[in-house]
């Protein structure tokens, strides 16, 4: 099992990036997905959620509005576009793969983001 994030990198306030999270190993299109972050000195945290099939997500209220998950179940990647990036955005990004009744729990290595002024 792999989750491989990428797209992390240094923004500055008010632009983009967008994280990708490659999967194999599982079948990933019975997984939900999520995206958490963690800063430093900070517990980690849920930034967002997609269903299996697309037709539900779910958002930090730090990030409505800015970010937005979405998945590809054919190419087994799930992406978080994020846009008006702000400083308290910077934290490590991890990708999440969690099975019905959470029988199953994949964790990525996490990618840096960092916004800065």
């Known amino acids: 099992v792999q989750l491989v994030e990428s797209g992390g990198g240094l923004a500055q306030v008010g632009g983009s990036l967008r994280l990708s999270c490659a999967a194999s190993g599982f079948t990933f299109s019975s997984f939900a997905m999520s995206w958490y972050r963690q800063a430093p000195g900070k517990e980690r945290e849920s930034v967002a959620t997609?269903?299996?099939?697309?037709?539900?997500?779910n958002y930090a209220d730090s990030v409505k509005g800015r970010f937005t998950i979405s998945r590809d179940n054919a190419k087994n990647t799930v992406y978080l576009q994020m846009n008006s990036l702000k400083p308290e955005d910077t934290a490590v990004y991890y990708c999440?793969?969690?099975?019905?009744?959470?029988?199953?729990?994949?964790w990525g290595q996490g990618t840096q983001v960092t916004v800065s002024s």
């Open positions: 997609i269903s299996r099939g697309s037709s539900s997500t």
């Open positions: 999440n793969a969690i099975s019905r009744f959470s029988y199953y729990d994949y």
